[in-house]
C-alpha cells in the first residue's frame, strides 16, 4: 500500500496558516513600490483658508501624463468662490501631496523615495521655485543601515506618525524634516537650505 505524502502546511492548523498568508500579504504590500496616479489632486492649508491644485491642460488628457506640462496653482478661499494668488509649472513625478502654508504663499513636496544625489525637496513659493540642490539625500546624511530596503528604491523619512511639517523660528518660515534615524532637520524656506534654530523660538504645526 503507498504511503501518503502530505504538504508541511498540513501539519499547521488552518488559523495559523490564515495568519502567516496574511502577514506575507501585508508585508508585501509595505515594502512594494506603488507606481505613480499621475492624477490631479489637491491640498489645502491647514487652516482651510487656501488650497493647492495641481493639474495638466484639459487637452493633454488624450496623451500620455508625463507627456503633459503640468501646473501649480493656488488659490485664496472666500465666500464668492476661489480667487487665484498665483501659478507656476509644476515638477510632477506622478505622486500626488505636498504642504501648503497657512498665508497661501509656500508649497512644498518632500519625495518619501530616497535619492543620494538629487534634491529630496521641492519649494514653491509665490510663483517661483527656490532652488534647493543643497537638499540632496546625501546632505541629510541618514546612515545607510537605517535606510529602508524596498523592491527597488529606499526610504528615509520617519516612519511613525508626520514625517515633515511648517515651523516658525524667529519669524521665520521653515519646514521640519524627520528622517528614519529620528533625527530633525530644519529647511529654510526662503533659502532652499538647512537652517539653525533657537529651540525657544520653535513653533511646529504638524499637519497631515
Known amino acids: 500500500m503507498a504511503s501518503e505524502t502530505c504538504s508541511p502546511l498540513a501539519a499547521i492548523p488552518m488559523q495559523r496558516v490564515l495568519f502567516i498568508l496574511v502577514f506575507l500579504l501585508f508585508y508585501s504590500a509595505t515594502y512594494a513600490d506603488s507606481p505613480p496616479c499621475w492624477c490631479k489632486f489637491e491640498e ?13 491642460p484639459q487637452k493633454d488628457s488624450l496623451i500620455d501624463p508625463w507627456k503633459s506640462v503640468w501646473t501649480l496653482t493656488v488659490y485664496e478661499k472666500t465666500a464668492i468662490g476661489n480667487r487665484r494668488l498665483w ?97 530633525k532637520h530644519y529647511i529654510d524656506i526662503s533659502s532652499g537650505r538647512f537652517a539653525s534654530i533657537s529651540q525657544r523660538a520653535a513653533n511646529t504645526s504638524f499637519v497631515k
Open 87 to 183: 501659478r507656476i509649472k509644476y515638477d510632477y513625478t506622478g505622486y500626488p501631496g505636498g504642504l501648503l502654508s497657512d498665508d497661501g504663499q509656500t508649497f512644498v513636496y518632500v519625495e518619501f523615495w530616497y535619492y543620494a544625489s538629487s534634491p529630496l525637496v521641492d519649494i514653491y513659493r509665490q510663483g517661483k521655485k527656490v532652488n534647493t540642490s543643497a537638499l540632496k539625500g546625501l546632505n541629510f546624511k541618514v546612515p545607510k543601515d537605517k535606510l529602508v530596503e524596498t523592491v527597488s528604491h529606499q526610504l528615509w523619512l520617519w516612519d511613525e506618525g508626520n514625517a515633515y511639517s511648517y515651523t516658525t523660528n524667529n519669524k521665520r518660515l521653515l519646514l521640519e524634516i524627520r528622517t528614519i534615524d529620528g533625527r
Open 44 to 56: 489645502e492649508s491647514a487652516n482651510k483658508k487656501y488650497v493647492a491644485i495641481v493639474d495638466r
